[in-house]
Structures are given as C-alpha cells and as structure tokens.
C-alpha cells in the first residue's frame, strides 16, 4: 500500500535518558561541510575519530578511562571514518584509502585474556562482586589497550573524492550462496563509481558499479543480498546479488554479480534540483535487515520495507517523516544509524546542534529531539593523553609499609584497584607512621604543575637553540663575502679619502653605506624566510637580475674603482693636475656610483644583492616545516578545515554519530566535542499490547 501522508509526531522525552550525559571535551571537525562521518564505536566504550593537525591524527577515545591515544598517522586529510571489529577505514579527497588493523588480530577472537576473564567473572553470582568485575575488566582492559600495535596499509581507489566508506561483515550463522566469504569495504567515490574491496585484500577489488551521478552512500544489507546506494541525484538505487554462469579455464562455474533493479525516487525530491542541497547523504540498515532508511539534505527521512525492495512490483515505502528544522540547510540529514540489539531505534544527525532518535515500534511516530547546544545536565569530561607520561604511574617506594610487610599482611585487591583509579592512593589504617605519606604519586593538580613546568623548560630550550643558530648562520654568511665585494669595499673606503673635497661627499657615503646595510639585512631575511616560504618564479625572476646584467655593472664598478686608484696615485705623485683631467676623472667615478646604484635598484627596493645557488652550494638547507607552516597559517589551516564552504564552523556542526555494541549507549560528535546518551532500557522493555483505533 502507498504511504501518501507523512508520520505523525508523537514528542517524547522517554526514548534517551536525561541522567548520565557525557561530553567529553575534545573536537571532530569534518573539512568537507557535506561529510559528516567522522566517529565509529568499537565494543561499549571505545570511540575513534580523526583529530590533530588537518584531521591527520587517528585517535582511539576510552570513555571508561577518560583517555585517547592516536593509533595512526595517516599521509591524507580523510573526508571519511569507518570501524567495525577491528578494523578501522579512512577515505581521502583523491581516492586515498587506508586500512587501519591492529598487529596480530585474530578475526575469530577478540580478545582472548579479555574474553576468559570476563567469563570467570559472569560465573560469579554474588552481588558484592559486582564492583570487583566492574574494576578487574577495566584494569585488563588497560593492560591490553598499553601493548596494542596498529598496522596501515594504503591504496588507491579512483581518482576524486571518496565520500563515505561503509564495512560488511558476513553472518556469524552459515554463509548463505553468493556472499562474499570475508569483511569487505563499500567505497563511494565522487567518480560516480562504487567499488567493494575485501579488508583481507584491499589491492584487488571485488566488483564496481557505475552510476549517472556522485555516489554519496552504499551499504550493504547484513545478510549479503542488497546494495543500496544515494547519490547527487533524487534517487535511491537499488541491487541484488544474483547468479550468472561464467567460465574459469573453460570450466563453467557460477559466479555471482549485483543486478540492478528500477530505481526509486525519495520523496522531497525532484529530478531538474540543482541546487546544493539535493540528494543523500545518509542510508543505513536495521540490524534485523527489516528496515532501510534513507535521509536526504532537505530533512526528508523515508523508512524502506527491505524484503519489498527486491520485488520492482511492491511498494516498499512503509514511513517517512522531517527532522526537526526540515526544509533547511540545519535540518539536512548527514549521518544516521539504526541501534544494535532489541531496542529498535533510529537515529539520526542534522547538519548543525540537532540529533533525533525515533521509535520504530510505534511506526517512527515517537521521536525525541535533543539539543546540542543546551548543556544543561551535562558532565564535562577532560580527557587525559596516553603519549604523555603521566607520574602517577611510576611505582611509589611508599606503597611497601614496613609495619605490613613485617607483619605479613598485604594490601586487599579492592584497595589495589582503588589505587590505581585515584589521584592519590587509599590510606593504609594500619600506617602510623609519618613516612608513610612521603613519595606518594602525583594529584592531577600536581601533574598539570609538572607539565607546566616542562613546557616552559623546552620553550626555552628551543629559543636558545635558536640563538645558537642565528649566530651560526651569521658567522657563515661572514665568510660567504667574495674577494670582488671585499675589494669592492675596500677600494671605497680608498674612494672616500680622495672625494672628501666633492660637495657630494658625504650624502654618496651615506648612501652606500644604506646599500651594505641592505644586502645584510636581506641576506639575513631571506635565510629567515628560506624555510618557511617560497617566492613565485615570476616574481623572483623579475627581482634577480641575469648573470650578464650582474657581471656588466660589477666589471664596470671595477674600473671606476681602478680609475680611483689611479686618480689616487697621481694626487700623490702630482698634485697640480690640470682641472679638466680632473673633472673627467670625477664623472667616470660618478657613473661607477651610477652603476652601482642601478644594481642596488636591481636588487629590490629593500633588499640587496642575491647570491648564485650554483656557486654556494655549500649553503646549508633547512626543511620545509609543512605541518608548523599549515597549523600558524590561520588562513590556510582555515581553508583546509572548511573545504569548499564559504562560511565559518559553528561549536555545535555536527560530525557524526554511532552506537555502541550492545546498542545502549549513543555517541555523537561535534565541533566542540563527542556527547554520551543512553537509552531509556526501562522504557525499552515495556511493549504495548493493546492497539489504538
């Protein structure tokens, strides 16, 4: 049956829990203003997301501990983040794909040290333990997560854009004919091409699919036998896994391939829209596979029948309904998820300080809106770096009373675990003595202190390397000066003690006396600038002048330098020289300060004469300091952050959402942090069993 008129709005507050909010003070800020998937969960309590200079950083959030460490430095700015068992995927603007996987992961089991203890301590059926498991599985878990090595692996796939990755694992139960046998990967690519590689192998892909338009979005339904994919464009795009003989060798085999079926026009839209915000970006299934549902960039929300959309006859739209600012740019749709487990909700992000969870057992008529914006009830969470070292973890020498060891007795495990989750460890009732409180590890006040302390020690550090290099680099440019310049100045001083009755005299000294002071400057400068920035080819070749030019004026100053010498010897030897000799003498050494005025100009109006790369190669050469250069350069790291928007970031932009494994737990990510929300389990459990009419 058609679905003509849009779901209706039944407000709640009952589907997410206003108690236990987190928000966890960090940043995701996507760089592209239509790509907003930048978080994935891992298990209950791990969250990754790409952070640091230009999103580079692949950071592992722990929301027990409170702690993030980064796992990978990748070569690429990603426009797009996937995890799911394990393995974590990264998409570029140029096609850039990389696969991230822990070292020596086994796919069939987790964690083995994890999963046994975990299972001992489940067998435990007193309710005093309870706070012991709760302690003993994250000690283990901090155990592992300290000795866990991450491998990368990058490819290549396409050449534009890959706009979202999306990963498929096989069912748990027998594969049914015509899966694929291992994890794959859903790349969408703004080449208008889907490719699906196999995580085990990334370099060789499985199949590709072509559309008429930018491919925003596939995703594979989890039993193996849809693709979906949005686009640009007003349609959704369906296929299906089907059989088709081929040969192997001249041995006829069955393979399988997607065959494509009608596509569907989502509603709010339409086909002449060429305005920026048409299509989809958002798609996503149910876990059961029951559902689809599909959101577009002007808050349209469809929910699909999945079985119905195998049969092009059927009419497999059950709902749809608007976010809550539809039609505007703030209410567009940008990442969307259906939660794991019985619970049988729908979630979903608006483009800026909006996210909404709706009820899929009433219909999708029961929906909660929650404000980003508004942190009223909120926990505000620092998060602690895993690559710093942190004192609290050294062994204190305290721990070991002698009156307890003398005695016998040791610490019990609770109290051991207490201590390792404090800032200071629990007081021992049995220490009387004084000594006992000495050597004890650091308070985080203490920490932040120390960290302090540190950083003003390297800041001064580096300034005083920087002098030692300044004055280096001096010496060196000292003994650079040619034996013509030194000549040069020296035949000028000589020059100086004959013109001293020219009228002139003095305002020539000065002026040459301005020109050296600015060839130093600028030799001084441009070793300055030479690491930092680069001068345009035309504009350095319409400052230098050619080698011709340069030898020309420098033979010219030259002579006037050696008719200056011999002006100066026959003032010695003769001091009667006729005045028109004289005059002719004084205007050839007036064109050498011609000549050496014109080099000045040629050198800049500020600067001074540059030196030939070829005859100083034993210059040393600095690197390049691209990432410093990015990170200071606001306009550039602006630019590279924003993308292709034209306006600013807001703090509460959206970037994303996921759900944890057991489907309890909702993270979302901002620009000014990742939001914890959990879901009413109570009200979870309770299902009507009488139907209104």
Not at 191 to 220: A, F, Q, S, W
Not at 246 to 260: A, L, Q
């Amino acid at each position: 049956m058609a679905v003509d008129e849009e779901a209706s709005l039944w407000p709640t507050d009952n589907l997410l829990l206003k108690e236990g909010r987190k928000h966890y003070r960090t940043s995701v800020s996507p760089i592209h203003w239509q790509l907003r998937s930048l978080v994935s969960a891992e298990r209950q309590d791990i969250v990754y997301f790409p952070a640091g200079v230009n999103n580079t950083h692949i950071t592992r959030l722990n929301t027990t501990t409170c702690e993030c460490e980064t796992i990978k430095v990748i070569s690429f700015h990603p426009r797009c983040l996937v995890a799911s068992q394990g393995w974590i995927c990264c998409g570029g603007e140029s096609g850039e794909f990389v696969v991230i996987r822990e070292s020596g992961r086994d796919g069939a089991t987790d964690d083995v040290l994890n999963s046994d203890l975990r299972s001992t301590l489940n067998a435990v059926e007193s309710s005093n333990m309870v706070q012991l498991q709760q302690d003993m599985l994250r000690l283990v878990e901090r155990i592992n997560g300290s000795n866990k090595t991450w491998s990368a692996s990058s490819h290549k796939v396409g050449s534009e854009r890959v706009n979202c990755i999306t990963i498929w694992h096989p069912p748990k139960d027998a594969p049914e004919l015509g899966q694929y046998d291992g994890p794959v990967a859903v790349l969408s690519n703004n080449d208008k091409t889907i490719t699906i590689v196999g995580l085990y192998e990334p370099g060789l892909p499985k199949d590709e699919l072509g559309y008429p338009d930018c491919v925003n979005r596939g995703v594979i339904s989890p039993d193996g036998s849809i693709l979906v994919a949005v686009c640009d464009d007003p349609f959704l795009y369906i296929h299906v896994r089907r059989p088709f003989p081929k040969n192997y060798h001249g041995i006829p085999r069955e393979s399988f391939e997607w065959v494509s079926l009608p596509r569907i026009r989502l509603k709010g839209q339409w086909h002449q829209d060429t305005t920026d915000c048409r299509g989809s970006f958002a798609a996503c299934f149910s876990s059961s596979g029951k559902y689809l549902a599909v959101g577009t960039q002007y808050g349209t929300i469809s929910i699909f029948d999945a079985a119905a959309l195998k049969d092009p006859d059927s009419e497999p739209l059950v709902a749809y309904f608007d976010s809550d600012r539809a039609p505007g740019e703030y209410g567009a749709v940008r990442d969307m998820a259906f939660s794991p487990g019985p619970y049988d909700l729908l979630a979903w992000s608006e483009h800026r300080g909006r996210i909404g969870v709706a009820d899929a057992r009433t219909g999708f008529t029961r929906r909660q809106i929650v404000t980003l914006g508004n942190h009223e009830g909120f926990s505000h969470v620092s998060l602690n770096d895993r690559s710093t070292i942190d004192p609290r973890l050294l062994d204190p020498r305290s721990e070991r009373n002698p009156a307890t060891e003398r005695s016998g007795s040791s610490l019990s495990l609770l109290e051991l675990l207490g201590r390792s989750n404090t800032g200071r460890p629990l007081p021992n009732p049995e220490a009387a003595d004084v000594t006992s409180r000495l050597n004890q590890p650091f308070s985080p006040e203490e920490v932040a202190i120390l960290e302090a302390i540190q950083s003003d020690r390297r800041r001064r550090q580096e300034a005083r390397d920087r002098e030692q290099q300044e004055q280096q680099r001096v010496a060196e440019r000292n003994q650079r000066l040619t034996d013509r310049e030194r000549s040069i100045m020296l035949h000028t001083g000589m020059m100086s003690n004959n013109l001293r009755r020219s009228p002139s005299y003095d305002q020539r000294r000065e002026q040459l006396t301005r020109i050296i002071e600015r060839e130093r400057m600028r030799e001084t400068r441009d070793q300055h600038r030479s690491g930092a920035s680069q001068t345009p080819p035309e504009q350095e070749a319409r400052r230098a002048p050619t080698p011709r030019r340069r030898s020309s004026i420098m033979q010219a100053l030259t002579q006037n330098v050696d008719n200056m010498s011999q002006f100066r010897t026959q003032g010695q030897n003769n001091d009667d020289i006729p005045s028109t000799a004289r005059e002719r003498i004084l205007a050839r050494v007036s064109n050498g300060w011609s000549d050496f005025e014109a080099l000045a100009s040629m050198s800049g109006g500020d600067g001074g004469i540059h030196d030939n790369p070829r005859t100083d190669s034993s210059r040393p050469r600095r690197a390049i300091p691209v990432i410093t250069d990015v990170w200071t350069n606001d306009t550039l790291f602006s630019r590279i952050r924003v993308g292709s928007r034209e306006h600013q970031q807001n703090p509460d932009d959206t970037a994303g959402l996921t759900w944890s494994e057991d489907g309890q737990i909702l993270y979302v990510g901002a620009e000014n942090g990742i939001y914890e929300f959990h879901i009413n389990l109570y009200g979870r459990k309770v299902f009507p069993d009488i139907a209104l009419r």
